[in-house]
């Protein structure tokens, strides 16, 4: 079988592609599209999909379409991010796709960083940092270590260029080639209107990975995008529903590529990243005080978590994950 890479990697074009659910986040989304069309290099197009919303839909048509570069178009898979998305990829004419959220605004050089990578023919994927905008004041109990809970990079992520498992779904990019071969995003995973779920990121980066000798996933720190966070993201109610959804998914994953691929990021994140950031909230150091919520947070988040995860295995060994996408979405849903 030919490799999915193109030989040619030096100058790929590239397709933005932004998945929207709601009316609410117009004004998010709005500024996401203009940022898109303002990088240097352009894009190719940026493609606005439209997941099973006809209100929001015939609004993008109107007040979005008309921007020199941006196609508009609605879902045509079963409604959720991974749909959407695989529409956005079977769109696209771009050598490289990349998925920018529909309420992330992007930073003048974030293309030119976020592509540079792709010059390495081994390269499939390519992740940025993600930036948390704070729409309400940041909670003093939310530790570094959990900002992915709002979509946000987190300390233990690496701070320089590196290879990673996969990277956050806001500011996210892979060759079309490589997505058209392994088949796009799984609707197995992922998350399906405003519910918590996730990693449908995660079993794709994989998949990626595996499909090409040496195949390499990297993060560039400089590519960076400003992801809101609202204040519906602050409270502590959101944040356990997102741990225990995380947990969830998870799960799912690991029944689809192994727990050996779905959780290798995830020891070194238990075993060394949380006892740190533990340690870290009880000590007071030079000019600030110890911040006991923090560490009592990682606690919390962590046995919510991993509470989630074994509570999903053992649902699975009922009812296993199966290709139904509506089945696995009711699965990824069901409550802790």
């Excluded at 500011?171 to 405003?194: D, H, K, Q």
């Excluded at 590519?223 to 799960?251: D, L, N």
């Excluded at 994140?269 to 740190?276: D, E, M, N, R, S």
């Amino acid at each position: 079988m030919p490799s999915p890479v193109s030989p040619d990697s030096s100058r790929p074009t590239y397709s933005v592609v932004v998945c929207a659910y709601t009316t609410d986040r117009w004004d998010d989304l709005s500024a996401a599209v203009r940022s898109a069309l303002a990088q240097d290099p352009a894009p190719l197009e940026v493609l606005l999909v439209i997941d099973h919303n006809a209100e929001l839909l015939t609004r993008a048509e109107s007040g979005l379409s008309d921007l020199p570069g941006v196609r508009v178009l609605a879902s045509t898979e079963h409604q959720g991010l991974s749909g959407a998305r695989n529409t956005g990829v079977r769109a696209a004419g771009g050598d490289v796709v990349v998925f920018l959220d529909d309420d992330a605004r992007c930073d003048p050089h974030w293309a030119a960083a976020l592509l540079r990578p792709y010059a390495d023919p081994q390269v499939v994927g390519v992740g940025g940092h993600v930036v948390p905008d704070w729409r309400a004041p940041r909670p003093a109990w939310m530790p570094e270590e959990f900002l992915w809970v709002v979509g946000c990079s987190f300390r233990g992520q690496p701070e320089g260029e590196a290879r990673v498992r996969n990277g956050i779904g806001a500011n996210l990019s892979f060759r079309r080639s490589v997505l058209e071969s392994i088949g796009g995003f799984s609707p197995l995973v992922g998350r399906v209107g405003a519910d918590a779920a996730g990693c449908e990121e995660t079993e794709l980066s994989i998949r990626a990975v595996e499909s090409v000798p040496g195949g390499a996933i990297v993060l560039v720190p400089d590519a960076v995008v400003r992801h809101a966070v609202t204040p519906a993201r602050t409270t502590r109610s959101y944040f356990r529903a997102r741990c225990r959804a995380e947990g969830r998914s998870k799960a799912i994953v690991s029944s689809l590529v192994g727990s050996g691929s779905a959780l290798s990021t995830e020891r070194t994140y238990v075993t060394h990243t949380l006892p740190t950031a533990v340690l870290r909230g009880l000590r007071p150091r030079a000019g600030r005080p110890a911040a006991p919520g923090q560490s009592v947070a990682v606690v919390e988040g962590l046995v919510l978590t991993a509470t989630a995860y074994a509570g999903q295995l053992l649902r699975q060994r009922v009812r296993p994950v199966t290709s139904d996408p509506a089945t696995a979405a009711d699965a990824a849903q069901t409550a802790a």
